[in-house]
């Protein structure tokens, strides 16, 4: 992702997988090369605490913990992203 690429060193970058079988996102994850944590959301804990019904969803959550921005594109979000730092 063009965006880690650039500014992973100022912002962290997570991504929550929704899927059912986290082994099949492992296998996405290595065959894109996708270099920032993903974790699993297979329960929807994080799904439902920030309202996600579709993916991709983009969520720029500050120090504190509070949502500041949800977004459907990375180009929605970024400016949020290089505000906060």
């Known amino acids: ?22 082994e099949v996102a492992k296998r996405y994850i290595k065959k894109t090369n996708i270099e920032f944590v993903n974790v699993s959301d297979e329960r929807g804990r994080i799904a439902n605490k920030f309202y996600i019904v579709r993916t991709p969803t983009l969520l720029a959550i500050n120090k504190e913990g509070v949502l500041v921005k949800l977004a459907a594109s990375m180009g929605d979000l970024t400016e949020t992203l290089l505000a906060a730092r």
């Open 1 to 22: 992702m063009k965006f880690h690429a650039e500014h992973g060193s100022e912002v962290d970058i997570i991504g929550i997988n929704l899927d059912e079988d986290f």
